[in-house]
């Protein structure tokens, strides 16, 4: 089984990653991605899903041309937890 994160294991989260905002009704964390057009944002998703599917841990995301959401959040810990922290990491490396 995999650990949510506590409290202040939550809150140092978002300081480490501002720009993700948390959806407390879901504990998870978001943001969205522009770039300057569909295949930039194509091949963003394209990146992001090999990083994933390596670590076993797959986004909730959406695209419409150039713009990609992304909700980050563990099933089997019913929120956020280190895995979390993990693909946002390596999410952030890609930009």
């Known amino acids: 089984m995999v650990r949510k994160l506590d409290d202040a294991e939550r809150a140092a989260l978002f300081v480490r990653f ?3 905002t948390h959806d407390a009704a ?3 964390m978001t943001r969205r991605f ?9 091949g963003f998703m394209a990146s992001v899903a090999i990083i994933a599917e390596k670590m076993d841990h797959h986004p909730e995301w959406s695209n419409v041309y150039n ?9 089997d ?7 979390d922290a ?3 990491e390596a999410i952030e490396g890609l930009l």
């Open 34 to 42: 522009q770039f300057a057009d569909f295949a930039q944002a194509f």
């Open 18 to 20: 501002p720009e993700w």
């Open 77 to 83: 810990a019913d929120g956020l937890s280190e895995r």
């Open 67 to 75: 713009r990609v959401d992304i909700v980050l959040t563990t099933h």
């Open 86 to 88: 993990k693909l946002a």
């Open 26 to 28: 879901r504990d998870a």
